[in-house]
């Protein structure tokens, strides 16, 4: 079933007008038809199956909300923090980020990290991933849209307060606990979100490492295996559902 956007869905009057890209990709690209069912979530969480009314051109269409939708079971909030990785690695992380079930993603910029993301480019770069969450939700059926950040240093995102108390680093360090190990834990301990900071592909630096559990972060392991960057992202985030979904 075809799903729509639209933010802030005034739901509760049973009638909705859609316009602009979001009407013209429902009527041109996947053919809706007067009598026609679709499903419309706001992003904060809410949605309906409702049916489509009428249509002016390809540019709006109303529709009629048929009944709410169940919400969504809860599940972690987890949020990435994840060095920009090279090429178009990073559009791939956040849809599968997205699939799996992520709350936030912050895009880092680390001593290694091989793209350098100018100032003036960093609001671009976030719409673009932005984009991306969005076409990932309608896909698999998320109702609340992740949260995307501008890319930032990873100095400042270490200075944060406003970050779960469950820190993880995913590290290539001796003493690097087992995720599995540090997710049971947390659980026991109540917690039901964290935060997973992942490397470059060069991973980081001495420095970063010591700073890194300087501001709370766990050095935590992902098995003997050196990973690809977007690899260890789908592991890590698949493993800290498995340890903190209730």
């Not at 009598?35 to 992003?43: A, H, K, P, S, T």
């Not at 098995?223 to 340890?243: D, K, N, Q």
Request: one cysteine or more; charged letters at 20%; aromatic letters at 4%.
């Amino acid at each position: 079933m075809h799903r729509c956007y639209l933010p802030q869905a005034p739901f509760h009057t049973g009638v909705l007008e859609i316009s602009g890209d979001e009407a013209r990709h429902a009527l041109r690209v996947m053919r809706l038809r007067v009598g026609d069912v679709c499903e419309v979530f706001d992003g904060a969480g809410n949605a309906a199956r409702c049916v489509l009314t009428a249509a002016s051109g390809n540019s709006s269409m109303c529709l009629r909300v048929q009944e709410m939708l169940p919400p969504m079971p809860p599940v972690a909030d987890i949020t990435l923090a994840l060095a920009v990785p090279k090429g178009s690695n990073m559009d791939l992380i956040v849809q599968k980020a997205v699939e799996l079930g992520v709350s936030r993603i912050v895009p880092l910029v680390t001593e290694r990290t091989i793209v350098r993301i100018k100032a003036a480019e960093a609001a671009d770069k976030a719409d673009k991933w932005r984009r991306t969450v969005l076409e990932a939700c309608k896909q698999c059926g998320v109702n609340a849209l992740p949260v995307v950040e501008e890319p930032q240093s990873y100095q400042k995102f270490l200075q944060r307060t406003d970050l779960p108390a469950l820190r993880v680093q995913c590290a290539i360090v001796p003493h690097a606990r087992p995720l599995r190990k540090v997710m049971e834990e947390g659980r026991a301990a109540g917690h039901c979100s964290c935060v997973l900071l992942i490397g470059p592909e060069g991973d980081f630096s001495p420095e970063e490492y010591v700073a890194g559990e300087a501001a709370g972060f766990i050095p935590t392991g992902l098995g003997p295996i050196i990973l690809r960057v977007e690899t260890a992202v789908f592991m890590a985030i698949s493993a800290a559902r498995y340890g903190l979904d209730t």
